[in-house]
């Protein structure tokens, strides 16, 4: 109990804020403004209030209108809120217009989105990603509340025009920026390096908006434990691991970090190295939490987040998740239309429809497969192992010549994944292997 009471004095109190403009709906402002608090809860906040406001255009100094700025201010008094989070990005212009005015610590959707990352982060890689996104978050934002970023000078430059002081964050700002990016270049390197040395296997990244169920469909798909839990950005570092989706049937499955609704692109930057392997991937499983009462608006989401990666021309299998919770057949029957063939249903949690699971995505894998007949010289025994590593053999046959040297030849039927035969093609036309 006394743990409890602990967390509960160090959690803040929060008023949320959401403005509509004059073509949205109010059900995704609803919708958005329930996430956000969501967001507040992970990021270890208490909302005690929401306000919204419709307005044909938005104020450039305070983003609401004066009545609405007071408005807040009188709900933070009656509350005794101690931060205002807005559910859209602002200008610096406007928070420090709003700060001053409403007279208490003031976080837009981004800052709480960095803020939670900056929590979860454990890997010295999401450390480095996550602050190379907040100081380019920050550099932006500076005034003199930031001249604590120079501690090594001491009071210097704080006790006369600001601007010097803020001149000199900035200045550190860009070269920690600097330096993090070199940091994360080399962390690109290494990965590249990794993906290449996995190139022999089809690879396959679950993505999905975020509390999906990615991580828990990753346990129970590889037999792993990845961290899981039911809180928003669970995961934020990239896990790869080998599993068999049938006793020949090989693949490389990546659990990758849950996209959301205005993701900062930002974070998108940073966390390069991470989603590429999204980019890289044969074949992505989207993950759906089916009982989210705005799925079809997550399901929006992930596909925008996919087309600003590139990836959304990959062959992609719909999962819908947590089908142990569903009650009603005819939004399963629904989905199916929509989606048939590429839909699996599942319960990641209770193992149910993994199987069924398996088969699809074998279906979906090998649906594209490149079939040849190729006659090859029994010498090149790294060239046929490397086939059968990459490739389904259907039939082998050998001939050799009855001779002194012992030469002979070796006939393969088989098939392959696109970018596999695209890798061994120029070596079999250089071989003149392909047979009629």
């Keep these: 109990m006394g743990e409890n009471a602990a ?84 200008s610096p212009v406007q928070i420090r217009n709003l700060e001053k005015a409403i007279g208490c610590k003031l976080v837009d959707r981004s800052g709480l989105i960095l803020d939670i990352f900056a929590q979860r982060a454990k890997t010295a890689t999401a450390k480095t990603q996550v602050e190379l996104a907040q100081l380019d978050y920050m550099r932006t934002r500076l005034t003199r509340q930031w001249t604590h970023l120079s501690r090594q000078y001491g009071g210097i430059g704080s006790k006369g025009p600001g601007e010097t002081q803020i001149e000199t964050d900035r200045r550190l700002i860009r070269d920690r920026i600097k330096t993090l990016k070199a940091k994360l270049d080399r962390i690109d390197t290494q990965r590249a390096t990794q993906r290449k040395n996995r190139a022999e296997h089809t690879r396959v990244s679950l993505v999905g908006y975020t509390n999906a169920g990615k991580s828990t469909l990753m346990n129970a798909l590889a037999d792993t434990k990845v961290h899981a839990e039911d809180r928003l950005f669970a995961t934020l570092d990239a896990t790869t691991r080998l599993t068999y989706l049938a006793s020949n049937k090989p693949v490389l499955i990546s659990d990758t970090v849950g996209f959301i609704r205005k ?92 199987e069924s699971l398996k088969e699809h995505l074998i279906d979906l894998m090998e649906r594209n497969f490149v079939e040849a007949r190729v006659e090859l010289p029994v010498s090149q025994s790294q060239l046929v192992s490397h086939i059968h590593r990459i490739a389904e053999v259907l039939s082998e046959e050998y001939t050799f010549r009855d001779d002194e040297e012992g030469t002979g030849i070796v006939r393969l039927h088989f098939r392959a994944a696109p970018h596999h035969f695209d890798d061994l093609r120029p070596e079999l036309v250089r071989l003149e292997a392909f047979a009629d």
């Design 7 to 90: 967390t509960d004095v160090l959690r803040e109190r929060a008023v949320l804020v959401g403005v509509r403009t004059r073509d949205d709906e109010s059900w995704r402002l609803d919708s958005s403004l329930d996430e956000l608090a969501l967001l507040a809860d992970t990021a270890g906040a208490d909302v005690v209030e929401r306000i919204t406001q419709a307005l044909p255009q938005l104020n450039a100094a305070t983003y609401i209108g004066s009545g609405k700025v007071s408005e807040i201010a009188a709900a933070v008094k009656s509350h005794d809120a101690n931060l205002v989070i807005f559910d859209d990005d602002l």
């Design 263 to 354: 993701l900062p692109h930002r974070l998108i930057e940073s966390f390069k190295s991470t989603l590429d392997e999204v980019r890289e991937s044969d074949l992505l499983l989207h993950v759906v939490d089916m009982t989210h009462p705005g799925f079809e608006e997550q399901i929006r989401v992930v596909n925008e987040t996919l087309t600003e990666l590139g990836a959304n021309t990959k062959p992609t299998l719909m999962v819908f998740n947590k089908i142990d919770l569903m009650h009603d057949q005819r939004l399963m029957v629904g989905l199916r239309h929509a989606y048939e063939p590429d839909i699996a249903f599942v319960s990641a949690a209770r193992g149910i429809g993994l």
